[in-house]
């Protein structure tokens, strides 16, 4: 299996479809990079979004936009147009401000701050979901503030620091 080494946007870029030729970076493309806090991943997606039209706005977390989402790499960060609860799947968390059809990038592995608050109360250390009860729209929450096998089930991100709403991100590639 050979792995792209040579990206041509930045992970703060974004693009449309009609651009997605002559860029090269592509949905689905994963990105490992180094940085001060560790090694990350990124996955090149496309933006939904959603029933609310409102535009992904970086450091909130995303959710596949269709049960063939994760196939397709479609998110969105409007949670109620994605799955319904029980089925939402957490994609990642935004590098920049995506509006419907472009393309950008989301953080799925690593250390990450959020630019919203963790919902559920949860404590550093607690696990976290967009499934749980209290994910607000581009949130995640504490997976135990919804005691149901879809958010205990479905731990994506580590609270590391909640009162910074800092993360370790652990998204499905």
Not at 2 to 27: H, N, Y
Not at 68 to 93: M, W
Not at 127 to 139: F, M, P
Not at 149 to 154: H, M, N, P
């Given at each position: 299996?050979?792995?792209?080494?040579?990206?041509?946007?930045?992970?703060?870029?974004?693009?449309?479809?009609?651009?997605?030729g002559a860029?090269?970076?592509?949905?689905?493309?994963?990105?490992?990079?180094?940085?001060?806090?560790?090694?990350?991943?990124?996955?090149?997606?496309?933006?939904?979004?959603?029933?609310?039209?409102?535009?992904?706005?970086?450091?909130?977390?995303?959710i596949y936009?269709?049960?063939?989402?994760?196939?397709?790499?479609?998110?969105?960060?409007?949670?109620?147009?994605?799955?319904?609860?029980?089925?939402?799947?957490?994609?990642?968390?935004?590098?920049?401000?995506?509006?419907?059809?472009?393309?950008?990038?989301?953080?799925?592995?690593?250390?990450?701050?959020?630019?919203?608050?963790?919902?559920?109360?949860?404590?550093?250390?607690?696990?976290?979901?967009?499934?749980?009860?209290?994910?607000?729209?581009?949130?995640?929450?504490?997976?135990?503030?919804?005691?149901?096998?879809?958010?205990?089930?479905?731990?994506?991100?580590?609270?590391?620091?909640?009162?910074?709403?800092?993360?370790?991100?652990?998204?499905?590639?």
């Amino acid at each position: 299996m050979a792995f792209k080494s040579v990206f041509q946007t930045a992970l703060t870029d974004v693009w449309t479809s009609a651009e997605a030729g002559a860029i090269g970076d592509k949905p689905g493309d994963l990105r490992w990079e180094r940085d001060s806090d560790g090694m990350k991943c990124y996955k090149c997606i496309e933006y939904r979004d959603g029933d609310v039209t409102t535009a992904g706005v970086a450091g909130e977390a995303c959710i596949y936009f269709t049960a063939d989402g994760y196939k397709t790499s479609l998110v969105t960060s409007d949670y109620s147009a994605g799955e319904p609860a029980g089925n939402r799947q957490g994609a990642g968390i935004l590098q920049a401000i995506i509006t419907d059809t472009d393309r950008g990038w989301i953080q799925i592995k690593g250390f990450a701050t959020m630019t919203i608050n963790l919902g559920g109360t949860p404590a550093d250390g607690d696990g976290l979901t967009c499934e749980a009860a209290g994910s607000a729209d581009g949130s995640m929450a504490h997976a135990l503030s919804d005691v149901s096998a879809a958010s205990l089930f479905r731990i994506e991100a580590i609270a590391c620091d909640e009162s910074d709403d800092e993360i370790v991100c652990d998204f499905p590639f």
